[in-house]
């Protein structure tokens, strides 16, 4: 990883915000749910689509593997956590199949994962 300073800090605060595990973010990925939210790249997968793919790999390397663009979609995993956890549904029924909780599980983060 970058020697740059802060790159702990990101490291720890990444390894909170996704609560999912590789394999249930790969998995998840695979699902109707998973596609239907998010937005257009350009390809036909959404932007949060990719996020997770690269999120996986993430999570499969050590820390030391870490490169420069890992840590920078560290840091672009958690502005956007961050941003979207604060604006949740009215309605909390709603939460275990709103659309807020399919594009955060996107991005590896499932709100009602404790």
Do not use: C
């Not at 109707?32 to 690269?54: F, L, R």
């Not at 956890?85 to 009602?112: E, F």
Request: aromatic content about 6%.
């Amino acid at each position: 990883m970058a020697a740059a300073s802060g790159s702990d800090d990101i490291y720890t605060t990444f390894k909170h915000d996704v609560n999912m595990t590789a394999s249930e973010l790969e998995k998840w990925l695979k699902t109707d749910e998973s596609k239907s939210v998010g937005q257009a790249s350009g390809d036909g997968e959404s932007i949060g689509h990719h996020s997770g793919e690269h999120i996986i790999k993430i999570l499969h390397k050590k820390k030391a593997d870490l490169t420069p663009d890992d840590e920078a979609h560290m840091h672009k995993v958690h502005s956007y956590v961050s941003r979207h956890s604060a604006q949740g549904p009215d309605d909390k029924k709603d939460i275990p199949t709103s659309r807020w909780r399919y594009s955060l599980m996107n991005w590896g983060h499932d709100p009602l994962k404790k």
